[in-house]
């Protein structure tokens, strides 16, 4: 019998907290054929829940521990883990991690590197995301695009060829939700919810407002906003200066979101 010669993966990425890019990382974990591909999964920060999730599928998953983005003492820690590793296909999400991907393809000669770009830069871009912009032009080999307006904007402004970016729309484990047990029960009122990381690109004032206008008709609503992040103190005071306080709940960080919805 004729054995198969895996393809050596490494996704990288940066934190190991678990917000949209790392969840996306998560189902390509799951899904992807493992008697085929040899997985492993790097991250700078953490550890966090990324690296016990993929543990937990059977991969090597691993967190250089660096307490910030700038903590270059623990960021030298790559090297040995890399160095004893063959890398067939590198592939990077979020610009911050790029950079250090644009580095590890040309030390370890990796034959395919892919970036993902979640989301649109949040006004003006700033000096990493220029420089990122260059190395997606010269040194990835294939850019996945998570929209049409994520891959727009590449073109646009990263000046990126369009047939290097190939759109890949994110997906859903739609068994989490199908086997969920739904319990009837009356709602005495409407209750609108959202999840995401409190940060800017997320445009949660937005949804704010957005609640305010719905309680001018329908006073009776509640709003709940499940997530954690930086900005949670000025959206906190944001519900304030709105004078909907009392109508909107944030619930925090959670791990069952079929059970939240």
């Not at 917000?19 to 992807?32: K, P, Q």
């Not at 949804?207 to 305010?212: K, R, S, T, V």
Request: proline share 5%; with cysteine.
């Amino acid at each position: 019998m004729v054995s198969i010669k895996k393809i050596n993966l490494l996704y990288l990425t940066t934190d190991s907290k678990i917000g949209g890019a790392e969840n996306i990382i998560l189902s390509l974990i799951r899904g992807l054929d493992q008697t085929k591909y040899s997985i492993s999964l790097c991250s700078l920060l953490g550890p966090g829940p990324l690296i016990e999730e993929a543990k937990k599928s059977g991969i090597e998953a691993v967190s250089l521990r660096m307490r910030s983005r700038f903590d270059f003492f623990s960021l030298v820690k790559i090297f040995p883990y890399l160095r004893r590793k063959r890398i067939d296909l590198l592939h990077t999400h979020l610009y911050h991690i790029n950079l250090l991907g644009c580095f590890i393809k040309r030390w370890k000669k990796i034959p395919l590197f892919i970036y993902t770009a979640h989301s649109l830069p949040p006004g003006k871009i700033s000096p990493l995301q220029v420089v990122n912009n260059f190395i997606i032009r010269r040194d990835n080999d294939k850019i996945i695009a998570v929209s049409f307006a994520v891959k727009d904007n590449l073109v646009r402004f990263a000046k990126v060829g369009k047939k290097k970016i190939h759109v890949i729309y994110d997906g859903i484990d739609l068994k989490k939700f199908i086997h969920f047990e739904k319990k009837p029960f009356k709602l005495s009122a409407p209750l609108i919810g959202t999840i995401a990381n409190l940060r800017p690109v997320k445009g949660l004032e937005y949804f704010l407002i957005a609640a305010g206008l719905v309680l001018r008709k329908i006073p009776q609503a509640k709003f709940f906003i499940a997530g954690r992040g930086s900005l949670r103190k000025k959206l906190e005071e944001l519900t304030k200066g709105l004078k909907i306080s009392d109508k909107v709940v944030f619930l925090g960080f959670i791990d069952d979101v079929p059970k939240f919805l």
